[in-house]
């Protein structure tokens, strides 16, 4: 399997300017979690789907902010509009049920400016 | 609430010296721990985990990291470093009763080691 793997690698965009990035999760994996990592914050946790199902969405920051999982190989983390406090790495992660480690994708360096 | 708390933001050592990474949790229910590393521009990896059993895990490139429930640490070690070691550290925990991943994070440990 190629792992987690996420698309942009890096993103910038203009403040207001709507921004979507993609995941494709470990074929088989029921779990998926978005992360945002930031120097001041850290590794948030900012939703998980299990099964396709939005599970604890109590991470995303704000209503700008929305995830989705059409299917089980496939979810989408969208921001609209965009700020400049948004610039950070997303990360998307999937897991099994019943094995605790999470995989991670490479990460979506977004910046916006 | 599950919280983890890395002590140290940066740990700089020298190459071949030994070398801890803290890590303390607060859990009200049992959990399990992991260590991730993340070296720079890539995702995190996992390097080892406590879910059971033999509370010294290891890992294949020679870290360790010993659960102590009454301390609530999770510290990780390696007694030799190399330059090749210079990542980031995360310490994770999750709970018995969520068996599908979903990871707290510490804050990390930027480990560098030097010649």
């Known amino acids: 399997d190629a792992g987690v793997i996420q698309s942009p690698r890096h993103e910038v965009t203009e403040m207001g300017q709507e921004v979507t990035l993609r995941c494709k999760p470990i074929?088989?994996?029921?779990?998926l979690f978005w992360y945002r990592q930031t120097m001041m914050r850290g590794l948030e946790l900012l939703i998980y789907?299990?099964?396709?199902?939005?599970?604890?969405d109590s991470g995303m920051p704000e209503d700008r902010f929305s995830a989705k999982m059409p299917n089980a190989s496939f979810s989408t983390l969208k921001i609209q509009p965009s700020e400049p406090r948004d610039s950070a790495v997303y990360f998307c992660a999937s897991s099994l049920r019943g094995n605790t480690e999470a995989f991670f994708g490479q990460g979506t360096r977004l910046t916006v400016v | 609430a599950q919280s983890v708390t890395q002590l140290d933001s940066q740990v700089p050592v020298f190459e071949e010296a030994p070398v801890e990474l803290r890590c303390n949790y607060s859990?009200?229910?049992?959990?399990?721990l992991f260590w991730y590393v993340q070296y720079p521009n890539q995702g995190l990896q996992l390097l080892l985990k406590?879910?059971?059993?033999?509370?010294l895990v290891e890992s294949i490139n020679g870290f360790e990291a010993e659960f102590n429930k009454s301390q609530t640490s999770f510290h990780l070690r390696k007694p030799s470093v190399h330059i090749s070691d210079t990542a980031e550290y995360f310490c994770a925990v999750s709970d018995h009763y969520n068996q599908g991943g979903k990871l707290i994070f510490g804050q990390g440990t930027e480990l560098s080691v030097k010649p």
């Open positions: 789907f299990n099964n396709n199902v939005p599970i604890d």
């Open positions: 074929s088989g994996h029921d779990y």
């Open positions: 406590y879910l059971s059993g033999s509370t």
């Open positions: 859990s009200s229910v049992s959990v399990y």
